[in-house]
């Protein structure tokens, strides 16, 4: 092992300037994910057709995701360097498209063009970590990315908040310019510049299935009727048609192998159980303090802090582990870390205990998350060879943006689902969500409560499932046999 004495710096000034242009771009890229929801109602009262709001968070997420799939290949044949430069300039492109946009139709259309230059720049970011950082170096720099990841979950809906009540909603996309601005001025010389394998052409029938399969089973997740089955149905089938598709391809964009190979599979089952749970117990957990145990609109805002917190903070420790001991053994303590979290949580939840209870295993669950995060994240980039790390990244990161809107969707299904059994009446949480302040009734109260134990439930299921793919990397450990495979 190296020891932190002999561990370079992310500081260091081999390292500064790309650590600085890559916080950069992801902080551009999380900020887009996480904080125009707060300019909505002030970009339907300006573009009107408030019914294609909704269509302004979801087409980034849905062509970031895509978009990530398509940058690994690019990567693996262009290079770091131009794939960096290409997408920063991209997302600066789109960003003011986004400012200039003067009807709600070109905002949306915008909001696809900037999302598939964000997750570009969110699979660049992750490749190049593994392309420019000495191995024992890059637990640190996975940190880093998610302290920021973290930073702009907390501070990027109140920067957005400022924007708007000063500045007004354009002001929310001009703020990524300057940003685009200073990570270009340090990165543009500073990224890796040869290509690592030989160009190919872009797969875009694959790119096409896989983007149908996405948006079949996010529409699947919405509600719970006969749509809901047809749709898994034609997601299965797409799955199918992609597998289908590769074997018969010579470069598909995402090969088989990089997903299902022994080398591979359990670094990404543990990192997708793991955000799948997490996510889907905390994106509700303002709806459940708000609605089912009376507090103030902006304590249950904030409450996502204990998670967000616990993620951060864990993300650096799991660094520190990792210069210490093996990362099959830091991804299994993560394992364990979340399971315990997730029970705390629902079993806390179905015990209406103090809230200060509820927030402490939050953040339990947030620790697990961070630790098997830079963990994973460790051991998926330690086994890839060069020439096939913006692939392997990318599939990683593309499995992982499934997790987080599936957990998501599948923990609102069942809220919903849930609610409308007791009350008859879903459409008071979404009143829930819409209204600041809103008076609830004991017997609303008493079934969005309910609704949610069963939620936390269902993903403790999930952060449950983290824990045989860690036993197995744990137990498997072989540098040689994973060479080979």
Request: with cysteine.
């Amino acid at each position: 092992m190296v020891t932190r004495s002999e561990t370079p710096s992310l500081l260091s000034p081999k390292y500064r300037a790309p650590a600085l242009a890559l916080m950069s771009a992801i902080a551009m890229a999380s900020y887009n994910n996480l904080s125009v929801t707060a300019a909505l109602p002030d970009i339907g009262d300006d573009l009107g057709r408030v019914a294609l709001l909704p269509w302004v968070v979801t087409v980034e997420l849905l062509s970031a995701a895509i978009a990530v799939l398509a940058v690994g290949p690019y990567i693996d044949g262009a290079g770091a360097r131009r794939a960096f430069r290409l997408t920063v300039v991209a997302f600066s492109v789109t960003s003011t498209l986004c400012v200039i946009a003067p009807t709600m139709e070109l905002l949306v259309a915008a909001r696809v063009a900037q999302g598939l230059g964000g997750g570009a720049l969110i699979g660049t970011s992750l490749t190049c970590i593994g392309l420019v950082f000495e191995e024992s170096v890059r637990p640190w720099a996975y940190a880093l990315m998610s302290s920021v990841w973290g930073i702009m979950g907390i501070g990027g809906p109140a920067l957005a908040a400022v924007l708007v009540s000063t500045l007004g909603w354009r002001a929310v996309f001009a703020v990524n310019l300057p940003v685009a601005v200073a990570a270009a001025a340090v990165g543009w010389r500073r990224l890796p510049v040869a290509a690592r394998a030989a160009a190919e052409p872009l797969d875009r029938r694959g790119l096409l299935i896989l983007s149908g399969l996405t948006v079949a089973l996010l529409l699947a997740t919405a509600d719970l009727d006969w749509r809901s089955a047809a749709l898994v149905l034609v997601g299965g089938a797409l799955a199918g048609l992609y597998v289908y598709h590769a074997r018969r391809r010579q470069t598909p964009v995402v090969r088989l192998p990089h997903i299902s190979s022994r080398r591979w599979r359990h670094i990404h089952m543990v990192g997708v159980m793991a955000v799948t749970g997490g996510t889907g117990a905390s994106v509700f957990l303002p709806l459940y303090l708000k609605g089912a145990r009376g507090s103030s609109a902006a304590f249950a805002a904030f409450a996502v802090l204990w998670p967000t917190l616990g993620w951060s903070v864990s993300s650096w420790v799991s660094g520190a582990l990792q210069q210490r001991f093996r990362s099959e053994t830091v991804a299994l303590t993560g394992a364990v870390i979340i399971t315990v979290g997730a029970v705390a949580v629902t079993t806390a939840a179905a015990a209406g205990a103090p809230v200060t209870v509820l927030l402490i295993a939050f953040a339990c669950v947030g620790w697990g998350i961070g630790t098997i995060s830079t963990s994973s994240l460790a051991l998926l980039q330690g086994r890839a060879e060069l020439q096939e790390m913006g692939r392997v990244s990318s599939a990683h990161h593309f499995l992982r943006s499934l997790g987080f809107a599936y957990g998501a969707a599948i923990a609102g299904l069942v809220i919903f689902w849930v609610v409308d059994r007791r009350t008859g009446d879903a459409e008071l949480v979404r009143d829930l969500l819409g209204e600041a302040e809103i008076v609830v009734d004991a017997g609303v109260a008493g079934a969005l409560a309910s609704a949610y134990t069963w939620a936390l439930a269902v993903m403790a299921v999930f952060c449950v499932l983290t824990l045989p793919p860690a036993m197995r990397l744990y137990r498997s450990y072989n540098p040689e046999r994973i060479t080979r495979d």
